[in-house]
Each structure stands twice: as structure tokens, then as C-alpha cells.
């Protein structure tokens, strides 16, 4: 847990957003700045900011079906789900 100026119940996930990864290059600028957070205060404040805990959190999400989604939609892979995994892994609890 962070214990600096802030403090968190929980963990955060990344403040990256996976929005508008669309291509191979966006995912690369995605993760380039999952990395960034990670290195800045990641480590610290996720939720799942060691690689036990990120896997983990990563298998809690890739298993997890959403309610208002269709079954296709969960389903189809894309650059934009596989960013939409990594940031939920990186706060997944």
C-alpha cells in the first residue's frame, strides 16, 4: 500500500486509457504508457502492481463476462480489448 500523501484503500488501476486503441501502434503507445505509470507510481498504487498480483488480476478479468456486453462483443478480439485486459488486470481486486 502507498504511504505517502495519499493514501489508498484499495489499489488504482492504471490511469491509462484504452479507449482509442484501435491498431498495433496504438497497443504499443498503450502499454508505453501502462510502463510509465507503472515506473512513476504504478508499483506502489495498483492494485496489482507486482507481476503475481498483474497475472492474477489478468485471469480475473479475461474470465469475467460483462453484463451488458454482448456475447460477440466479449468474444471479438481486438488491439482495443486486449489494452481494455491489461489496464483491468492492473486493478482488478
Do not use: C, K
Request: glycine share 8%; charged share 25%.
Amino acid at each position: 500500500m502507498h504511504h505517502g500523501a495519499v493514501n489508498y484503500e484499495t489499489g488504482r488501476a492504471t490511469d491509462v486509457n484504452p479507449s482509442s486503441v484501435e491498431t498495433r501502434d496504438d497497443f504499443a503507445r498503450f502499454l508505453s504508457g501502462v510502463l510509465a505509470d507503472f515506473r512513476s507510481e504504478g508499483a506502489a498504487e495498483w492494485e496489482n502492481g507486482t507481476l503475481d498480483r498483474f497475472l492474477d488480476g489478468l485471469l480475473a478479468v479475461a474470465e469475467a463476462r460483462l453484463v451488458d456486453a454482448s456475447t460477440q462483443d466479449q468474444e471479438q478480439a481486438s488491439w482495443r480489448l486486449f489494452a481494455e485486459l491489461i489496464q483491468g488486470a492492473t486493478g482488478y481486486e
